[in-house]
C-alpha cells in the first residue's frame, strides 16, 4: 500500500496562474477530502467527496477554487486564478469507512508570488 | 457546529519521561469519534491513537494512551517514555458518527508543539 499520493510536493507560482493540485487515494477508499493549512487559520476542509460525488464544498473559500474527482483513484484541486493569500500546505486524506481515522498524503505546499 | 480546543500551544519534556496533552471538545452528540494526529517537521500527518466514544475503555498503542472523559468533553493524550522522535505538532480531532447526517468531516484543534529535551 503506497499511500495517499499528491503532487507536488512543492509549487511556486505568480499570481494570476492556474495551479492544480492532484491526489491519488488508497484503493478501496471510499472517502476522499481536500484540506488547507495555514498557520493563522489551522486546518481547514475545503471538501469531501464520498464515492466520487462531491457531499460537502462549504470550505472552498470562492469560485477560483474547485475540485473534482473523475473516477475512484484521483482527483484533483484547482486554484484559477491563483493570489497569493492562497499560500499554504494543502493536504489530500482518505478514509475507508465512517468512523475511521484518515490517511494524509504528505501535502503539496503551494507558494503564490 | 462541533469544537475542537487545546489550550496549551507549547508543551516540552524530558527524555523519558511522561508528558500530557490537553484536548477538550464540544459537541451535543452522543456517538463520535475521537482522534490524535501528529505532524512533525517533515509536515506528514500521521495518525496515533483513535477512540470511539460509545467504548468506556480508553485507547492505547505502545506508549501512547488516552484519558477520555465523556461527561468532561475531554481527551487528552498521555505520552511515555518520551523519546526525541516524538517531538512534532500534535492535533485532536472530532469526527461525527451519526448515520443519517452528520459530517465526514475532521474537526481539528489548533495543534500543540511538543518539544523533547534530550
Known amino acids: 500500500d503506497a499511500g495517499v499520493i499528491q503532487s507536488p510536493r512543492h509549487e511556486v507560482t505568480e499570481m494570476g496562474q492556474e495551479v492544480t493540485l492532484r491526489c491519488k487515494p488508497i484503493s478501496g477508499h471510499d472517502y476522499l477530502f481536500w484540506y488547507r493549512q495555514t498557520m493563522m487559520r489551522g486546518l481547514e476542509l475545503l471538501i469531501y467527496?464520498?464515492?466520487?460525488?462531491?457531499?460537502?464544498d462549504s470550505g472552498m473559500p470562492e469560485d477560483r477554487f474547485s475540485a473534482k474527482m473523475p473516477n475512484a483513484s484521483f482527483s484533483t484541486l484547482k486554484i484559477q486564478p491563483s493570489e497569493p493569500r492562497d499560500s499554504a500546505v494543502y493536504f489530500c486524506a482518505s478514509s475507508p469507512w465512517k468512523g475511521a481515522g484518515y490517511t494524509f498524503g504528505s501535502g503539496t505546499r503551494l507558494t503564490v508570488v | 457546529a462541533q469544537t475542537v480546543t487545546q489550550s496549551q500551544p507549547e508543551m516540552s519534556v524530558q527524555e523519558a519521561e511522561t508528558v500530557t496533552l490537553s484536548c477538550t471538545y464540544d459537541t451535543s452528540e452522543s456517538d463520535y469519534y475521537l482522534f490524535w494526529y501528529k505532524q512533525p517537521p517533515s509536515r506528514q500527518m500521521i495518525l496515533v491513537i483513535r477512540?470511539?466514544?460509545?467504548?468506556?475503555q480508553n485507547a492505547t498503542e505502545n506508549r501512547f494512551s488516552v484519558n477520555f472523559q465523556k461527561a468532561a468533553k475531554s481527551f487528552s493524550l498521555k505520552i511515555s517514555d518520551s523519546q526525541l522522535g516524538d517531538a512534532a505538532m500534535y492535533f485532536c480531532a472530532y469526527r461525527s458518527a451519526w448515520v443519517q447526517g452528520g459530517s465526514e468531516k475532521l474537526v481539528f484543534g489548533k495543534g500543540t508543539k511538543l518539544t523533547v529535551n534530550p
Open positions: 477512540q470511539e466514544a460509545y467504548k468506556q
Open positions: 467527496f464520498n464515492n466520487n460525488v462531491p457531499i460537502d
